[in-house]
C-alpha cells in the first residue's frame, strides 16, 4: 500500500462516536479494546495543516492498530480552517475540550484517564504539543512529523501559508498568537515529549522535530527525538508500513 492511500482508504468502524460539544465538528471516535480493563488511553489528533478538507477518517486505521494492542483510543475530530469557529483559538480550544471530556465518560467505557497519551500528525503535533503547554496534565505526548516550529513554518511558507490562515497572520501581526500557539515557545516541563519524523519527510521537514528536541533539552524538558530513515510523511501514521512499528513501540513504551 502506498503511503498516501492511507488518506483515501475506508477508516475500521469505531465503537462509538461521542459528541464533547454542539457544533458538528466537535466529536470523537472512541475504540475500546476486546480485553477486560481499565484501558490507557491515546487521543489522536490528525493533521491536514490546520484545513477542514482534511478530516479524521484516515487516521481510524491507527487507532484501530493501537486498539488492537490493548489501548483504547480517541480520534478527535475538531473546527479547522474553513469551518466556523475554526483556526484559533477555536481550534486549539476543541482540543483541550475534546481532552477534558476523557474523564467524563471514563467510568462508563472502563477507561484509565490517569494513563492517558496524547498524540497527533502533522499539525496534530503541534496541537498536541500545545495542549501539554496548556495542561498541566498531560504527561505524555508524541508528536508525527508534527508542524512545532510555526515561525519556522511560516518562514518556509509551508503548505501555502497555512500557519498564517491557522493563526489569522504574519508572526508580526499576530505575535501573541504565535506565542500561544507556538510548541517552540511553550514550556512543557512535566510531560515525556517523544518527536518521531521521517528523514524523507518532503512536506514537514525532519529538521523542525531536530531543532526542537535539542532547544527542549536545553531547558531541561523530558524530550526525545526518533529518526526514521526512508520513511516519509504518512508512513509514520499507516500501520501498514515498516516505521509504524516504531511508532507503536514508542506509545506502549509510555503507556508501559
Known sequence: MSSES????PPPPADVRLAYGGDSNQFGDLRLPKSKGPFPVVMNIHG???????????AGHLCAALTAKG?????LEY?????????????FEDVGRGYRFLPQIAKRYNLEPTRTL??????GGQLALCLAAHEPAVKRVVSLAGVVD?????????SNDAVVEFLGGKPKDVP????????????IPQAAQWLIHGLADDIVPPTFSRNYVQEKQKKKEDAHLL????????????????????VEQTVLHLLG
Open 6 to 9: 492511507i488518506l483515501t482508504l
Open 79 to 91: 473546527r479547522r480552517v474553513g469551518n466556523e469557529g475554526g483556526g484559533w483559538p477555536g481550534t
Open 176 to 187: 501573541e498568537h504565535y506565542r500561544d500557539a507556538d510548541p517552540m515557545q511553550l514550556a
Open 48 to 58: 491536514g495543516y490546520w484545513r477542514a478538507k482534511y478530516d479524521l477518517a484516515h
Open 71 to 75: 489501548l483504547a483510543t480517541w480520534n
Open 118 to 123: 496524547v498524540m497527533g500528525h502533522s499539525a
Open 227 to 246: 529518526e526514521v530513515s526512508q520513511a516519509g510523511h504518512f508512513e509514520l501514521i499507516d500501520p501498514r508500513s515498516t516505521a509504524w512499528p516504531r
Open 150 to 158: 510555526l515561525e519556522g513554518a511560516w518562514e518556509q511558507h509551508l
